[in-house]
């Protein structure tokens, strides 16, 4: 007897903010939809690094948490019930005479599917790691890479270490709910958004540059005290903490999906104005995806996933004319 397999018009790899968005406009185009996320819940790095983060760049929402976006993001993306497969990671790709895509996971799943879109963020992140010999002690106890709960800091002696988008914010954040925040840096000058370093200068936050932290010193997996090292004088000071976070940025692994043999650029996917890769049926959106001006917003990314889903469309039936579709003249009743 000839094996049966459940074939999708569409399988967006990566269950972001943005491949959220594009399963949401896919259903919308009545395209049998899956979404394989390699983490254990929805939401890309969203709500796993950032979940109190106020966002403010996405028109018409003034400012929203990454939670709480997530959690919007997630049941908008429900609403045509697409198949959500979790905790699986896909590693290799084939190419049917038809056209069929076969994607095998890490466990050993088979999907198939008519065309694909990419939408994995910059791949598996993982924080910069502090390089100090004891720090692994402190790790998810005083020591942490990324804030989940900014209550849990409150009345606290904060040190933040980085000059980045993500300290400089954390800082600014932390500073009405800390005790005191002090934000050490290597250089001299800050690389995150201009408004937000001023806004950080001009507050309390203890700000000392260029500075890095020399040593840790605690028990139990708290810290009591960090020394902190002035690049250019050598002096050391010593500061007494409560917590420590740290932001030096993210260690990128695209894995697998770079060897599935489509062009690409410094780590990312190069992509036509149809999000298209360079093997038919196969597209890419998000901060993965790299053309011409691109613009690493959530908000270009919305815009991108829909042009991917059109275009996945008009790859399975390149004879039909497709229409503009808009949510405001869909019938959402049915």
Request: charged share 20%; aromatic share 8%; hydrophobic share 35%.
């Amino acid at each position: 007897m000839t094996e049966q397999h459940e074939v999708y018009d569409v399988t967006i790899i990566g269950g972001g903010p943005v491949g959220l968005f594009t399963a949401f406009y896919s259903g919308m185009r009545e395209m049998k939809t899956k979404i394989i996320e390699y983490l254990p819940f929805l939401g890309g790095k969203v709500p796993y690094f950032y979940p109190e983060k106020v966002i403010r760049d996405i028109g018409g929402i003034a400012s929203i948490s990454g939670e709480k976006l997530t959690d919007q993001l997630i049941e908008q993306a429900m609403t045509f019930n697409p198949t959500v497969v979790l905790g699986e990671q896909c590693l290799h790709v084939e190419k049917l005479h038809d056209g069929t895509f076969i994607l095998t996971s890490d466990n050993g799943a088979k999907h198939y599917t008519r065309t694909i879109i990419v939408a994995t963020g910059f791949g598996t992140l993982k924080s910069t790691k502090l390089e100090l010999p004891n720090a692994s002690q402190f790790e998810e106890k005083s020591l942490n890479y990324t804030i989940k709960r900014l209550e849990s800091y409150r009345g606290k002696r904060v040190l933040l270490s980085g000059g980045g988008n993500s300290a400089v914010d954390w800082a600014n954040e932390l500073e009405s709910v800390a005790d005191q925040v002090t934000l050490v840096y290597r250089k001299k000058a800050f690389s995150g958004i201009e408004s937000n370093i001023t806004k950080m200068k001009n507050s309390s936050v203890d700000v000392k540059t260029p500075y890095f932290v020399d040593s840790l010193v605690g028990d139990g997996g708290q810290i009591s005290s960090a020394f902190v090292k002035n690049l250019q004088t050598n002096e050391v000071e010593e500061l007494e903490i409560d917590a420590l976070i740290v932001n030096h940025g993210f260690e990128i692994d695209l894995g697998p999906i770079a060897d599935w043999g489509m062009d690409m650029e410094g780590g990312t996917i190069k992509v036509n104005g149809e999000m298209a890769t360079s093997i038919p049926g196969m597209f890419a959106v998000g901060d993965i995806a790299n053309y011409q001006h691109k613009l690493q917003l959530i908000a270009g990314g919305f815009n991108e996933g829909p042009i991917a889903v059109n275009s996945a469309k008009l790859h399975i039936h390149p004879e039909e004319e497709l229409s503009h579709l808009f949510s405001t003249t869909y019938d959402f009743s049915e």
